[in-house]
Protein backbone atom coordinates (compact mmCIF):
# COMPACT_ATOMS: atom_id res chain seq x y z
CA UNK A 1 0.00 0.00 0.00
CA UNK A 2 3.13 2.10 0.96
CA UNK A 3 4.87 1.61 -2.62
CA UNK A 4 0.78 2.61 -4.33
CA UNK A 5 0.79 5.78 -2.46
CA UNK A 6 4.16 6.83 -3.56
CA UNK A 7 3.17 6.68 -7.09
CA UNK A 8 -0.23 7.97 -6.48
CA UNK A 9 1.32 10.90 -5.10
CA UNK A 10 3.92 11.11 -8.22
CA UNK A 11 1.40 11.30 -10.91
CA UNK A 12 -1.01 13.45 -8.91
CA UNK A 13 1.93 15.77 -8.84
CA UNK A 14 2.69 15.03 -12.86
CA UNK A 15 -0.90 16.13 -13.27
CA UNK A 16 -1.25 19.04 -11.35
CA UNK A 17 2.11 20.50 -12.72
CA UNK A 18 1.40 19.87 -16.63
CA UNK A 19 -2.17 21.06 -16.00
CA UNK A 20 -0.89 24.01 -14.99
CA UNK A 21 2.41 24.85 -17.41
CA UNK A 22 0.26 23.41 -20.30
CA UNK A 23 -2.93 25.48 -19.48
CA UNK A 24 -1.45 28.86 -18.56
CA UNK A 25 0.58 28.45 -21.38
CA UNK A 26 -2.92 27.51 -24.35
CA UNK A 27 -4.40 30.47 -22.45
CA UNK A 28 -1.86 32.69 -23.16
CA UNK A 29 -1.67 31.48 -26.38
CA UNK A 30 -5.55 31.92 -27.09
CA UNK A 31 -5.85 28.28 -27.39
CA UNK A 32 -9.57 26.54 -27.13
CA UNK A 33 -7.68 23.60 -25.14
CA UNK A 34 -6.46 25.15 -22.29
CA UNK A 35 -9.81 24.40 -20.01
CA UNK A 36 -9.46 20.75 -20.84
CA UNK A 37 -5.30 21.41 -19.41
CA UNK A 38 -6.62 23.70 -16.87
CA UNK A 39 -9.05 20.82 -15.62
CA UNK A 40 -6.11 18.28 -14.93
CA UNK A 41 -5.14 20.45 -11.75
CA UNK A 42 -8.16 19.08 -9.52
CA UNK A 43 -7.80 15.60 -10.52
CA UNK A 44 -3.77 16.01 -9.58
CA UNK A 45 -4.87 17.21 -6.33
CA UNK A 46 -7.23 13.89 -5.89
CA UNK A 47 -4.20 12.39 -6.60
CA UNK A 48 -1.98 14.12 -4.61
CA UNK A 49 -4.59 13.57 -1.48
CA UNK A 50 -5.14 10.12 -2.07
CA UNK A 51 -1.65 9.21 -2.51
CA UNK A 52 -0.40 11.28 0.89
CA UNK A 53 -3.39 9.41 2.45
CA UNK A 54 -2.26 5.65 1.45
CA UNK A 55 1.25 6.25 1.85
CA UNK A 56 0.49 8.16 6.18
CA UNK A 57 -1.94 5.14 6.51
CA UNK A 58 0.29 2.15 5.47
CA UNK A 59 2.52 0.09 7.66
CA UNK A 60 6.21 0.82 7.18
CA UNK A 61 7.67 -2.38 8.87
Not at 15 to 20: I, P, V
Not at 39 to 56: A, D, E, H, M, N
Request: overall charge negative; aromatic content about 8%.
Amino acid sequence: MHKLGVITTLLGLILSAAGLIVGFWEMFDGSEDAIAWISLVPLGFVGLLLGVTLTQLSDKR
